[in-house]
């Protein structure tokens, strides 16, 4: 079966791996560290608006975690109903509600900057907005008004920058960003993810909120080589869980950004074969002309019959889907909004097929051949 997704792991990063694991250190620690300063690094933000947790998931609850604590007025969170299912999980799990936005559906997937504005002009309860990044895409023309709108009218703006790894912007356009490192993203640690705060004052306090609570968080062993006294006591300022990655995992998300070019022109030039190799057939879907080489995902449009294609390309050997199935139709989320034509008709019509650094050439066309042999036998 050729997966929609797949890491791509060599020597090097075994070899990255191993020296951590040689260490006999293999928590959180300098390896950790040194993640953080490269990120902040990339996209050329301070240090101290950026940390580290065990999964893109657990920041986005970090998030509006916070979030929650500091706002009581405000409850309507606006957000794409075609978006990972965790950040809505969070919205909700937090006591807020969310408010689903169409999505373009035409040239790209994800909600225009319009529309969340049209949304906050008609809502004097808006706390904040959550953009996403599918698969990569970049934002509309209209963004600038967006955030300018938002600042004026004190709206908390989060990005979803889960597989947008190759930009020295997106996820830091507003005021908090996340990023996933989980085994199928383009860069993979294994798991584990990355936030970004555009307020240093209000990452330390996610920071605490990652670390059991702690303001500063070290091992007894690290505070024992500092001469501090009682090495062995913490103090938590706030009541909170442990959700820190380590080493191992930060390790290998290092090495593998030293490939990330490649990785992205891997599936860049996948992308473009698929579009020219599909063009002019019922498949080809406009909303796969990338403006941009962050590219993750690709969809093809079999109309009417998704789970008839679906079926055909699976007796292939092809495995399919659709990211992300929109929220408002799950049992939990219909209630908030169900009049989201284009999040209904996208999913109803449209295949995610595999597009990953691993793929081959000879399988790039047999997905090709496979497709257009379903329209001829048909």
Aim: net charge neutral; hydrophobic share 35%; proline share 4%.
């Amino acid at each position: 079966m050729i997966p929609l997704h797949s890491p791509s792991y060599d020597r090097k990063d075994l070899r990255a791996i191993g020296k951590v694991i040689r260490s006999n250190w293999t928590g959180l620690g300098p390896q950790s560290q040194e993640l953080i300063n490269e990120w902040a690094s990339k996209y050329n933000r301070p240090r101290s608006c950026f940390d580290l947790t065990n999964s893109a998931t657990e920041a986005i609850f970090q998030v509006f975690e916070f979030i929650a604590s500091t706002q009581l007025l405000h409850t309507v969170v606006i957000l794409p109903s075609v978006s990972y299912q965790g950040i809505s999980n969070a919205v909700l799990r937090c006591g807020f509600i969310p408010q689903f936005v169409d999505i373009n559906g035409k040239d790209h997937m994800m909600p225009d900057s319009r529309s969340y504005i049209d949304a906050i002009n008609r809502n004097e309860s808006i706390v904040a907005i959550v953009l996403m990044s599918y698969g990569g895409q970049q934002y509309d023309s209209d963004i600038q008004e967006l955030l300018d709108l938002c600042v004026a009218r004190r709206i908390y703006v989060i990005e979803d920058s889960a597989a947008c790894v190759n930009s020295n912007l997106m996820g830091t356009y507003g005021d908090f960003g996340i990023w996933s490192f989980d085994s199928l993203k383009t860069l993979s640690g294994f798991d584990g993810g990355m936030i970004y705060c555009r307020d240093p004052a209000i990452m330390e306090m996610i920071s605490s909120g990652l670390k059991l609570g702690y303001h500063q968080f070290a091992s007894s062993y690290q505070k024992m080589n500092q001469e501090s006294k009682k090495w062995w006591i913490n103090h938590p300022v706030i009541p909170a869980r442990r959700s820190i990655t380590n080493d191992v995992s930060a390790s290998l998300v290092r090495s593998q950004m030293k490939k990330l070019d490649k990785f992205c022109a891997i599936q860049k030039h996948f992308l473009d074969y698929f579009n020219f190799e599909l063009y002019g057939t019922p498949a080809f879907s406009p909303l796969n002309l990338w403006k941009n080489d962050d590219c993750f995902l690709y969809l093809i449009n079999a109309g009417s019959n998704q789970q008839e294609m679906a079926d055909y390309l699976k007796k292939k050997g092809i495995y399919t889907g659709f990211k992300y199935y929109p929220v408002h139709q799950s049992d939990l989320y219909w209630k908030y909004n169900s009049d989201l034509p284009k999040s209904d008709l996208i999913a109803s019509t449209h295949l995610n097929i595999p597009l990953h650094k691993n793929l081959t050439i000879e399988q790039a066309e047999y997905i090709v051949s496979s497709i257009k042999s379903y329209y001829t036998n048909s």
